[in-house]
């Protein structure tokens, strides 16, 4: 049997209703076995929702996530939860020793995804370098972790076990989300390091570690220079992807999720100095609220990657998430809209390069 050409994903979160907003946050409060029941039908819905729209590979939204880094405190001790003083949004911060809390939170979600769908199902978790850049404060976490590299070490023990728990649940992809190392595209980022490589090469590593030895599900990394920014109107960070090709070689991967529909991503010809085992799920449906890409925009997309690339190593997704962050509003049918004609451009695809 061959291969499905050009599958079609999502990259992780997709919008919350103001009912599925209310529901984590508490809004009424509800008795954990009432609060299980309805998170329970929201999530059957949004999977319901991915299926109608024809994806080949679907997540649960993350909508048992306060935030989809945020997680971490789940799964481990030693974190201040409250709220950044500068915005609102929820915000976590480490300020104590990480020590284990509750193994498994991320697993749960894989396992009732795959009890409602026959459908792939993937995961997402951060990665250990993007909850340093996030979650350590100079001042707030100074006690615990001097250093921000340390705090990111103990991460890469915490994310592990729940990595081999996912796997066990299983989970058919892992995406681990590294927006972090993508920063060192942006000139202007890479002028604030002494030695930016060396600091992208902690993040590579970061990752191996995590990954080491687990085989029998395809790991993923999500890369991104903010295009889920544009969700939340702040600053994107820009610069093509040659300053971290030697990174992203080395990453012990099988797949890498690539932003391509913003200005300033570079151009696709990159795609020729990556290894040819990678598979690359191709950023080609806008996350930008109000924008939505017809089928044939994504469509030609996907051919101008196809120079570079064997069709056989092309799957389509979004740029980012349709929903980073808790802060984020967007429009559930704009985002179903947006998968639906992803599809649609994937059965466009497959009908011409099956000639």
Same mark, same amino acid.
């Given at each position: ?52 729209? !024809? ?7 993350? $909508? ?26 929820? $915000? ?33 978790? *951060?990665?250990?370098? #993007?909850?340093? %850049?996030?979650? $350590?404060?100079? %001042? ?29 649940? !299983? ?15 942006? *000139?202007?980022? +890479? ?10 090469? =902690? ?22 220079? +903010?295009? !889920? ?9 820009? !610069?093509?992807?040659? &300053?971290?090709?030697? /990174? #992203? ?6 797949? #890498?999720?690539?932003? =391509? ?9 990159? =795609? ?18 109000? /924008?939505?890409?017809? *089928? ?6 996907? +051919?101008?990657?196809?120079?570079? #690339?064997? &069709? ?9 998430? =349709? ?33």
């Amino acid at each position: 049997m061959s291969k499905l050409l050009f599958p079609t994903s999502v990259v992780g979160s997709i919008p919350r209703s103001k009912f599925v907003l209310d529901l984590i946050n508490g809004h009424p409060p509800l008795s954990p076995e009432r609060y299980e029941y309805e998170m329970d039908a929201a999530i059957r819905y949004i999977i319901a929702l991915q299926e109608h729209a !024809g994806l080949d590979v679907l997540t649960d939204g993350e $909508w048992r996530r306060k935030s989809y880094i945020g997680v971490i405190a789940e799964l481990a001790h030693g974190f201040e939860l409250g709220y950044n003083p500068e915005d609102g949004r929820p $915000w976590t911060v480490v300020v104590d020793k990480l020590s284990a809390k509750c193994p498994g939170f991320i697993a749960k979600e894989i396992e009732f995804a795959k009890k409602n769908t026959t459908r792939q199902v993937k995961a997402t978790i *951060p990665s250990p370098a #993007l909850l340093g %850049e996030r979650m $350590w404060h100079p %001042e707030k976490s100074k006690k615990a972790y001097p250093k921000v590299e340390d705090f990111v070490r103990d991460c890469v023990p915490v994310l592990r076990r729940e990595l081999e728990l996912i796997k066990k649940a !299983g989970a058919d992809i892992v995406q681990i989300d590294d927006p972090h190392l993508c920063l060192f595209v942006d *000139p202007e980022v +890479r002028a604030k390091y002494t030695n930016p490589d060396a600091a992208a090469d =902690f993040s590579v590593d970061m990752v191996n570690q995590l990954v080491e030895g687990i085989t029998g599900v395809k790991l993923a990394v999500h890369l991104c220079r +903010r295009a !889920g920014a544009r969700v939340r109107g702040e600053a994107q960070f820009q !610069g093509g992807y040659d &300053p971290i090709i030697n /990174q #992203l070689n080395n990453l012990k991967v099988h797949h #890498l999720t690539m932003e =391509f529909t913003a200005p300033g991503v570079g151009d696709m010809a990159v =795609f020729k100095k990556l290894r040819e085992d990678i598979e690359i799920g191709l950023g080609c449906v806008s996350v930008a609220p109000g /924008q939505i890409d017809s *089928p044939e925009t994504i469509a030609a997309r996907v +051919r101008q990657a196809a120079e570079f #690339l064997d &069709p056989t190593r092309i799957t389509l997704n979004p740029d980012c998430g =349709f929903a980073p962050g808790s802060g984020a509003k967007v429009d559930i049918d704009e985002a179903y809209q947006k998968i639906c004609n992803e599809v649609a451009a994937a059965k466009i695809l497959r009908e011409e390069f099956a000639r």
